[in-house]
């Protein structure tokens, strides 16, 4: 009989809600999990870019230090060409570009003191960051753990409800159960639901007095004309023995 199959068909949608309930819940956990993992690459990449900014201060330092060694040497040489020459002029001379040498040297020295000061403060940022993954990875293990154990513990009960399904689905009418797949995959809800009030319980718009005869006679399956679900009478007694049945005393008690 229809109703005997639907029945089937019922038992078969509450543990496909179950599942979808638990890879809800799954999908979170991993995101959660996959936020902190995101969180720890991100200070991983920072520390990264600072060391490699550090490095850089180190190396024009290092450039502007030559430099200055340069000048010190320039300007040592023009002092023994200045002790050496008799002209006034030529002393003149030397004494001007010794002048600017050294204005030249108290420049690169402030480039040199700003990079230090600079460097200084990338080496405190640095410090910072190193401190924040390592209280970021502390606080972190422990609930990664309850991630992990919760998916885990969600793969189990998933297993368990797949088992179960491809049972009922074993004894379920083929044609039947096609459709309900098909409807289940386009809207990821219930699709076979009860009509209550002349309404229907998946889109709640009124139906007519006509499709509400033809559902309780239970001859056919008859779908929603407005969202295609299976529309079921749920007085009837084919639902009896079903979670669903068993959810609605639940209610009116």
């Known amino acids: 009989m229809l109703l005997e199959e639907l029945k089937k068909i ?23 999990l996959t936020q902190l993992e995101e969180l720890r690459k991100d200070l991983y990449s920072q520390i990264t870019d600072k060391e490699q900014e550090i490095k850089d201060f180190d190396k024009s330092i290092e450039l502007l230090e030559q430099k200055i060694h340069d000048i010190n040497a320039r300007i040592k040489k023009l002092e023994t060409q200045q002790s050496n020459v008799k002209k006034a002029d030529e002393f003149n001379a ?7 040498a050294e204005r030249e040297r108290l420049a690169v020295e402030q ?34 753990k309850e991630i992990r154990q919760s998916v885990d513990l969600i793969n189990q009960e998933g297993s368990t409800i797949k088992e179960k399904r491809e049972q009922l689905a074993g004894l379920a009418n083929s044609e039947i159960l096609r459709i309900y797949e098909r409807l289940l995959h386009n809207k990821k809800d219930r699709v076979v639901v009860p ?33 295609s679900r299976i529309h079921y009478w749920q007085d009837s007694e084919s639902t009896e023995g079903t979670a669903v049945a068993t959810k609605r005393r639940r209610r009116r008690a």
């Open 111 to 144: 480039k040199v003191s700003d990079l230090v000061d600079r460097k200084v403060s990338e080496e405190e940022l640095l410090d910072k960051i190193k401190e924040s993954l390592k209280n970021s990875e502390e606080s972190s293990l422990a609930l990664e």
């Open 94 to 100: 030397l004494t001007q570009e010794m002048t600017h």
């Open 10 to 32: 019922l038992d078969i949608q509450e543990l496909d809600m179950k599942m979808i309930r638990l890879m809800r819940v799954k999908k979170e956990r991993v995101k959660e």
């Open 195 to 227: 009509i209550e009030n002349r309404t229907c319980s998946g889109c709640h718009i009124t139906l007519t007095a006509q499709h509400e005869n033809l559902v309780r006679k239970g001859d056919n399956l008859f779908f929603c004309e407005h969202c």
